[in-house]
């Protein structure tokens, strides 16, 4: 997942950018970017690692002008070299940067058109870099010399028509303005909000509210599925529906572990649904195990924990915190290769002996992916002094591949992949394993918002809403990006840049 954000004001974004950043870290560990136009000039600053680690003064410095996009990146295409590190830039039509949120599933068909019928260079493999070229296409297409707001959001209903997959864009057209929208299902989320200073609009476009609240901006509301938003470097606003086959579809995975519970997301609050998670989890223990001998509710720092408390409470057990986490380590879920994974889990993690001794344990965790977590903290649990180790999932059980901006590509890397729940309990040696029933986990989302259908479910159900995803398809993707074919491509990845980085 990764996070963007832009902004248009009457002053210098630079730091601001940042500050967005910092607040959408959680989305992607692995690259950052921010680029700023300045009298239709663009500065562009991207490189590997946290937000704080790719931005010196000086080049903070360096990124002038009151109008911006910026990227948090953690890739599900292509390879962690640099080069793929966003906002990706073309100069023509005007002078175009991009950032997005998600992942493209009609890829290598695109890139195809984009060689032989638009005449377009791609120099990575990013399918970011595919989407800007498509977008570029369409609006040069057009054939303006002066560009209006209706030829932009003519260009977006291209995209519409061209694109598959899952895309929340950011687009800055240089010394015009900054455009954000999302794709016909809304699978992942974008949100704008507005800010007065000295009496004149400025305007914000992020992945998470959270972002809009820091910085100081109210929410006007969320980008529409298949909406595009414009804001004129002037700071005047345009919205409009970019496609008429809307079928809203948002990733259920944002509300279960990505988003930060402090974010709205299409007006569910993410702390909210995960109180509701836990509520539904507790619900399903007092069904299935009535006479249930749990001592202590104790979470797996973080994102569980919202859902943990709600449960414990509710079955009137002892909450308690564990496990305390290092708040130096990032994310263990969205590193990049399964070794690095597995040692980050152990240094995250530390147990409180006096927590475990001689007790039954139920810990709970947000969801389990590949059992790289679970599977270390039991063992923990046990060599702390527990006597049972019972564990419970916030989600049900993760079964196939996400192809919509989540690194799960390979289904045989997931552990409740061709697993009954009960070979998962033997797999992660727990004493009894409690999964959520995915009806439970939509009924505690979707109640946040019921005029919402549907979700996108498909890492639990295999049901995937763009309906181009099929067995064959998925066979591919496992092929091009499971662990040790991607591990191969970042090591031998040596590609020049084509921006300076200093
Ligand atoms: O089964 P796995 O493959 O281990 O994946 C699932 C785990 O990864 C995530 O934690 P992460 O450390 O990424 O982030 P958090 O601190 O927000 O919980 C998630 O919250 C689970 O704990
Ligand atoms: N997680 C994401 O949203 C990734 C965006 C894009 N597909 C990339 O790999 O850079
Ligand atoms: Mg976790």
């Known amino acids: 997942m990764c996070g963007i954000a832009a902004i248009v004001s009457h002053q210098p974004v630079n730091q601001e950018l940042y500050d967005a950043l910092t607040v959408l870290q959680h989305r992607g560990q692995d690259a950052a970017g921010i680029v700023t136009c300045e009298h239709g000039r663009l500065h562009l600053r991207k490189e590997n690692g946290l937000t704080r680690d790719v931005f010196t003064n000086i080049q903070m410095l360096k990124l002038r002008g009151n109008m911006g996009i910026a990227h948090v990146r953690y890739p599900t295409a292509g390879c962690t070299s640099s080069a793929e590190a966003q906002p990706f830039y073309v100069n023509s039509p005007f002078g175009l940067t991009l950032a997005h949120n998600g992942n493209l599933t009609n890829t290598e068909e695109l890139k195809k058109a984009l060689f032989i019928e638009d005449q377009r260079h791609l120099n990575t493999d990013s399918d970011s870099e595919v989407l800007l070229n498509i977008f570029a296409h369409e609006l040069q297409s057009l054939g303006k010399i002066h560009l209006s707001v209706a030829d932009v959001f003519d260009a977006v209903a291209g995209v519409h028509r061209r694109c598959k997959g899952a895309y929340a864009v950011v687009i800055m057209i240089a010394g015009f303005g900054i455009l954000g929208f999302r794709d016909p299902n809304g699978i992942r989320p974008l949100i704008f909000g507005e800010r007065k200073t000295d009496g004149q609009s400025e305007f914000m476009i992020a992945s998470e509210s959270v972002a809009l609240d820091v910085l100081g901006f109210s929410v006007l509301r969320d980008v529409q599925p298949g909406e595009a938003?414009?804001?004129?470097?002037?700071?005047?606003?345009?919205?409009?529906q970019c496609t008429s086959t809307v079928d809203h579809c948002p990733c259920i995975f944002e509300y279960v572990y990505f988003a930060r519970p402090d974010s709205i997301i299409d007006n569910i609050s993410v702390h909210k649904a995960r109180l509701r998670m836990?509520?539904?989890?507790?619900?399903?223990?007092?069904?299935?195990?009535?006479d249930h001998d749990i001592d202590v509710v104790i979470p797996i720092p973080d994102t569980s924990r919202t859902a943990a408390l709600q449960m414990a409470y509710l079955l009137g057990v002892k909450f308690r915190e564990g496990f305390i986490k290092n708040r130096y380590i990032g994310r263990t879920f969205i590193m990049?290769?399964?070794?690095?994974?597995?040692?980050?889990?152990?240094?995250?993690?530390?147990?409180?002996?006096?927590?475990?001794?001689?007790?039954?344990?139920?810990?709970?965790?947000?969801?389990?992916?590949?059992?790289?977590?679970?599977?270390?903290?039991?063992?923990?649990?046990?060599?702390?002094?527990?006597?049972?180790?019972?564990?419970?999932?916030?989600?049900?059980?993760?079964?196939?591949?996400?192809?919509?901006?989540?690194?799960?590509?390979?289904?045989?890397?997931?552990?409740?992949?061709?697993?009954?729940?009960?070979?998962?309990?033997?797999?992660?040696?727990?004493?009894?394993?409690?999964?959520?029933?995915?009806?439970?986990?939509?009924?505690?989302?979707?109640?946040?918002?019921?005029?919402?259908?549907?979700?996108?479910?498909?890492?639990?159900?295999?049901?995937?809403?763009?309906?181009?995803?099929?067995?064959?398809?998925?066979?591919?993707?496992?092929?091009?990006?499971?662990?040790?074919?991607?591990?191969?491509?970042?090591?031998?990845?040596?590609?020049?840049?084509?921006?300076?980085?200093?």
């Open 229 to 240: 938003v414009f804001i004129e470097q002037s700071g005047m606003l345009h919205t409009q």
């Open 278 to 290: 836990g509520e539904k989890l507790a619900a399903k223990i007092l069904r299935v195990w009535p």
């Open 336 to 502: 990049p290769g399964q070794k690095m994974r597995e040692k980050s889990v152990r240094q995250k993690l530390n147990a409180i002996g006096l927590e475990f001794e001689g007790k039954n344990v139920m810990l709970v965790d947000d969801s389990i992916v590949r059992g790289t977590t679970s599977e270390q903290i039991i063992q923990m649990a046990r060599d702390a002094g527990a006597k049972k180790v019972y564990f419970a999932s916030a989600a049900p059980p993760v079964r196939y591949p996400n192809v919509y901006g989540i690194d799960m590509p390979a289904a045989h890397e997931l552990i409740a992949h061709n697993r009954t729940e009960d070979e998962v309990c033997e797999e992660i040696t727990a004493d009894r394993l409690i999964y959520q029933d995915l009806d439970d986990l939509i009924e505690a989302v979707r109640k946040g918002n019921p005029t919402i259908k549907h979700f996108d479910t498909s890492c639990f159900s295999k049901e995937y809403i763009t309906g181009d995803v099929d067995d064959a398809y998925l066979d591919r993707i496992e092929m091009l990006r499971n662990d040790s074919a991607q591990t191969a491509r970042n090591t031998q990845s040596c590609i020049i840049e084509m921006q300076n980085n200093n």
